[in-house]
């Protein structure tokens, strides 16, 4: 009889949660971490062990890091608290935070000092398929970091794609689709609104557009939350400011202009400074209402 | 026995010879008119009729319009030649150029003037589907308007949205559309440039994307070509300072800025002014790559 994978999950929000009850779910001793501690005992509800990661770190297989950005993925792998130094070699992280390549491939080589394998994994698919085990990951990284990965991959992910044999890929990727993802959301707001003003009603928008040549996923997803005045953050919109920062360095350090996501990259900027960072990203159709005097559905 | 519907098709590009074949299929008789006087003689090969356009105005029972833009549009109905005042009390005019709204209401009451129905009717498919009779059409007018258009919406069109009762409300959903298309084309070529410099394959590109929160109908639709390096005009880069052009005229006349339109037409701009204005419209991704020194597929 083999003994269970143990799992360490770092970052128990509503990504990191349901990664790791998908990893519970597949018979894995999941240790949990996370600075607010009732995430930790929700956890443990859900079927994790009771012991704390740091207690149990030298006889961890992975370490699934689901933080919000490459500070808090460095301080939790090489802080003062660090986790990388105590893992036995051969054990993996698998990091999923979206951050710079650049930053990826100097992890990758931290670890590997340890004798820790390194999968660059950032995620994509949402709280809702984190919790079904179905992510989307761009994944980068070592033959040997992706075997070490792979009970992880398994439970987690419905698609891996297989980016490269070294660090840097993954988040390459992911910080296209952030790009892409980003724009499409600000153009979705811009067109909404645009189309009120010419006397289009927001239903109307979604019913015939998605229809038509101007649709984008972006747009089909986040599209509804306007019409119903809902903007429960199911993804905030300050995570558009950091990561469209993100592809704006990596552009500009390779000598491309990015005009496009610059001019999204300030309708986030206002719609942060209007208070509206922790609403759903769908919100920086308001920073358009504004500007034109409009009233979107639920408002007034 | 019933007459023939009679039917003139004006413009016969790419788009309008399609809309006429798929008339002619239905049964029609169609007339065919344009300036390239050979385009004139394949439709008759393809079955339209022998008679110019002018010969039978005054039995028509509709008059297609698929023109490049407002100022075609108003010259073929009520220039020097113009058919309007020719046409039978009852006939309807289906125009299918993107105008901007206020054209289309103008035009509709000069039409009325004449005793003759107006279908603010602009086009959403390209020219495979005008061919296949399966275009989607924003279509607003008057009741009469629709009832007096039903037998070319009935050949032409997979899709009629019917968007109002008087002319505009089509052109404005049209404009909204051609906001959101030209975004995500320009967004493509940011997106697929950006990641060759983070050493990202198109082709890898794609197959990622595709299947990600970053994707888009256009990107799917257009990424392709340049992956293959096939700039064949499908649908011309010139199409767009004009159709980019509407949308922002009328975003300003309603106070609302529209910066992410702004930055993509800025890109257009550039486009043509590289000589480009007549390979597809793909071929915005040549601005990028120009200016961060990538060779894309083909080139080289």
């Known amino acids: 009889m083999t003994r269970p994978v143990k799992v360490a999950v770092v970052g128990l929000g509503s990504m990191g949660f349901g990664m790791a009850r998908s990893c519970v779910r597949q018979g894995y001793q999941v240790f949990g971490s996370d600075i607010v501690t009732e995430r930790m005992d929700s956890l443990r509800n859900e079927g994790g062990a009771a012991e704390t990661v740091d207690a149990v770190a030298a006889s961890l297989d992975a370490v699934v ?23 036995k070699p051969g054990a993996v992280v698998v990091a999923c935070a979206t951050v710079p390549p650049d930053f990826a491939r100097s992890m990758e080589t931290r670890c590997q000092d340890h004798g820790v394998h390194y999968l660059d994994a950032p995620v994509s698919g949402g709280s809702v398929k984190a919790g079904e085990g179905k992510l ?33 890929s993954g988040s390459a990727m992911k910080a296209v689709n952030q790009l892409l993802a980003g724009v499409h959301i600000a153009a979705m707001a811009e067109a909404l609104t645009f189309g009120m003003t010419q006397g289009i009603d927001p239903q109307k928008f979604i019913n015939v557009i998605s229809r038509c040549a101007g649709t984008s996923w972006m747009l089909e997803n986040r599209a509804p939350h306007v019409v119903a005045g809902d903007y429960t953050p199911h993804s905030q919109t300050v995570i558009w400011p950091k990561d469209l920062g993100i592809v704006l360095e990596a552009a500009k350090g390779s000598g491309l202009e990015a005009p496009i996501t610059e001019a999204a990259l300030r309708q986030y900027n206002k719609a942060v400074e209007m208070g509206l960072g922790h609403e759903d990203d769908a919100a920086i159709t308001k920073v358009y209402a504004r500007s034109a005097g409009l009233q979107l559905p639920g408002e007034g």
């Not at 890091?65 to 893992?87: C, H, M, R, S, Y």
């Not at 794609?161 to 840097?168: E, S, W």
């Open 65 to 87: 890091a689901v933080v919000l950005n490459a500070d808090q993925t460095e301080t939790i792998l090489f802080g003062e608290t660090g986790i990388v130094p105590k893992l």
């Open 136 to 168: 989307s990951i761009m994944a980068a990284g070592t033959h040997e970091a992706f075997a070490a990965a792979q009970p992880v991959l398994e439970a987690t992910a419905e698609t891996v794609f297989k980016l490269g044999d070294t660090a840097g």
